[in-house]
């Protein structure tokens, strides 16, 4: 009678393992994006929102000394609430015309 032995690099072993490792990948990359709610709001760090508008850490200092962005500060470190960012974005809005 033959007896089977299931070693790492068997199919059903491998597979398993193959699929454990893409999930894995997965996960970490998920992790690494993820943004935790506080009641709702998600806030941003100066250098996540200057990559999310395409503008410098610099652009978003003078917006908040002109008073257009508002942002938390706790300690050395800024925060944007996202809700507000929504509200910038939309107040500044230019709908398109269709040329005639």
Not at 37 to 58: A, P
Request: proline letters at 3%; a positive charge.
């Amino acid at each position: 009678m033959k007896e089977n032995i299931f070693t790492e690099h068997g199919e059903p072993i491998a597979g398993a393992l193959d699929s454990m490792k893409r999930s894995s990948h997965k996960l970490s990359r998920f992790m690494k994006c993820y943004q935790p709610m506080l009641k709702g709001e998600r806030y941003f760090t100066d250098r996540e929102l200057s990559f999310l508008l395409h503008v410098s850490r610099r652009t978003l200092q003078e917006y908040r000394n002109e008073g257009l962005l508002s942002y938390v500060r706790i300690g050395g470190k800024v925060l944007y609430r996202e809700s507000d960012i929504k509200e910038l974005l939309d107040s500044h809005y230019q709908r398109a015309f269709p040329r005639k």
